[in-house]
């Protein structure tokens, strides 16, 4: 019985062993994953939230990934270059996307390779946070109302700035020009971070934007804010009313981060990253530092990532189908 016993024993250890040797690359390269550097691509110049953001958590990121994590900034076409360099990767782990709310938008606003929910599996919604419309100190505008007069006065001269055609802060200001009777003139940039340049300068007198690339403008009182795009007031921008609160309906467009991997990129590789990404945005410093910029951690589950992202892709399609926005408008 007891040379029985070894001899189950020592065949279970080799067919264990055989198991091993018979493991898939692939799989046991999902369990070593990772084990070289990875790509974190932003699809926007350096200077802008999205491009922010991610030099907040890349750091914690790579301390708990144990390799480097590369952010590459591949700007152009309201992100449209960079997610589409990401949709052309190998679903290996190595190449991930940081996307911000034109993610949503741009697949209605121009034609593109791919769609967003089939080239891509949501990994994790990173933050959300507040647009803001503001005005350069040297303009007469104090408040939302007196946007609306002077441009019903003088419709088609007033401008203002975004970071790109077809992005959230465009979509939802024509949603504003469209429920208030207004017309203003988009003056889009190749990003947040130059748009925000010139609206300091003052070559631009208003500016749609997320709260995270002008906050300390704001503080500083070089760009004055007349309204947000959340339902009530935020903390962000402590003071201002929302659009909803100064007679625009029920409206609310809040911008958002999430990291998104090429769509079958195996699950184990997946969770791994979502679990990182967690534990970076749950570090008391990296939530600090990303609050102070003017947004809030989220740190969502890839399901209740998707579903946002997916509500938005819906949302948005419907505003700019009805009013006809391209990325030529």
């Not at 990875?38 to 699809?43: D, E, N």
């Not at 790579?62 to 270059?81: D, F, H, K, T, W």
């Not at 921008?237 to 195996?266: C, H, I, K, M, Y």
């Amino acid at each position: 019985m007891i040379i029985r016993r070894r001899g189950l024993v020592a065949a279970g250890t080799l067919g264990g062993a055989l198991g091993t040797l018979a493991m898939p690359n692939v799989a046991r390269g999902q369990l070593s994953w990772p084990e070289r550097p990875i790509r974190l691509i932003v699809p926007w110049p350096p200077g802008g939230s999205t491009d922010t953001v991610g030099r907040i958590f890349q750091p914690k990121l790579q301390e708990i990934l144990g390799r480097p994590v590369v952010i590459e900034n591949r700007g152009g076409a309201s992100g449209a270059i960079g997610a589409g360099e990401a949709a052309r990767a190998d679903p290996d782990g190595y190449t991930w996307l940081l996307v911000y709310d034109t993610q949503a938008t741009n697949e209605s606003v121009m034609r593109l390779p791919f769609k967003t929910m089939e080239a891509f599996d949501p990994v994790c919604l990173v933050g959300t946070g507040p647009l803001a419309l503001v005005a350069h100190q040297s303009t007469p505008y104090r408040n939302y109302a007196d946007v609306v007069a002077a441009a019903k006065k003088s419709p088609d001269t007033l401008n203002y700035a975004t970071s790109g055609v077809g992005g959230l802060a465009h979509v939802a200001t024509t949603l504003l020009q469209s429920e208030g009777g207004f017309r203003i003139v988009h003056v889009p940039y190749r990003g947040g971070g130059p748009a925000t340049q010139d609206a300091v300068a003052g070559h631009v007198p208003l500016f749609m934007s997320n709260v995270v690339v002008i906050n300390q403008h704001i503080k500083s009182g070089m760009l004055r804010p007349l309204g947000v795009t959340t339902r009530g007031e935020t903390r962000h921008v402590p003071g201002v009313q929302s659009f909803a609160q100064q007679g625009v309906g029920n409206f609310e467009a809040p911008t958002w981060w999430a990291v998104l991997g090429r769509a079958g990129t195996p699950k184990p590789i997946v969770d791994k990253m979502h679990a990182a990404l967690v534990k970076a945005l749950s570090d008391p410093a990296v939530r600090r530092k990303i609050e102070e910029q003017g947004a809030d951690v989220a740190a969502s589950s890839p399901e209740e990532c998707g579903a946002f992202i997916q509500a938005e892709i819906t949302k948005w399609g419907k505003v700019i189908r009805e009013n006809d926005i391209r990325a030529d408008s």
